[in-house]
T-cell receptor, first 113, second 113 residues
């Protein structure tokens, strides 16, 4: 059972357009992270959101954590070819001093120059 | 500082064989996690080690095992390989057991024939 569903699974848009990627779950997470993975490399952390309703901006990227801490979104403004990659959300659950990260299904984004 | 190093980067095995993958974390990081990444299942958590102790385990069969050494280096082993074990195996390290950024290696791509 996949706890974190991302949509869309694939997205291909023109350079300069805006886009939003969604990460949804029925579970509550203590925090949520977004990673980007490029071909031949491991995922790299973009941001961590902790508080319900939290919004974080990283240049043209805006991340939001849902009020109930069950979902998150990533909005990219004026997409650039360098934004191309696999975007992964990861929800953290803490139990008895252990933290387990569950990764989402991923969104493969292609920005066409 | 040096990143997470995984060896080997690529390997080909046949069904029934076993394989051992190695991961050297970032210096000072005591937590090492292993993930399996496939196109169909995405990034699936295998296990996490902290100070030589397995702290978390995913839902994989007993053929998948791991260990961590006193210098925080980690190995994972897969015995009696099956075709479905073909995947990119990613190792990630972090400084603490709770919270913080996961730093991923470039992965070991295993092909089982």
């Amino acid at each position: 059972t996949q706890l974190l569903e991302q949509s869309p699974q694939f997205l291909s848009i023109q350079e300069g357009e805006n886009l939003t990627v969604y990460c949804n779950s029925s579970s509550v997470f203590s925090s949520l992270q977004w990673y980007r993975q490029e071909p031949g490399e491991g995922p790299v952390l973009l941001v961590t959101v902790v508080t319900g309703g939290e919004v974080k901006k990283l240049k043209r990227l805006t991340f939001q954590f849902g009020d109930a801490r069950k979902d998150s979104s990533l909005h990219i403004t004026a997409a650039q070819p360098g934004d191309t990659g696999l975007y992964l959300c990861a929800g953290a659950k803490t139990n008895f001093g252990n933290e387990k990260l569950t990764f989402g299904t991923g969104t493969r984004l292609t920005i066409i120059p | 500082k040096a990143g997470v190093t995984q060896t080997p980067r690529y390997l080909i095995k046949t069904r029934g064989q076993q394989v051992t993958l190695s991961c050297s974390p970032i210096s000072g990081h005591r937590s090492v996690s292993w993930y399996q990444q496939t196109p169909g299942q995405g990034l699936q958590f295998l296990f996490e080690y902290f100070s030589e102790t397995q702290r978390n385990k995913g839902n994989f069969p007993g053929r998948f095992s791991g260990r961590q050494f006193s210098n925080s280096r980690s190995e994972m082993n897969v015995s009696t390989l099956e075709l479905g074990d073909s995947a990119l195996y990613l190792c990630a390290s972090r400084a603490l057991l709770l919270g913080g950024e996961l730093f991923f290696g470039e992965g070991s791509r295993l092909t089982v024939l």
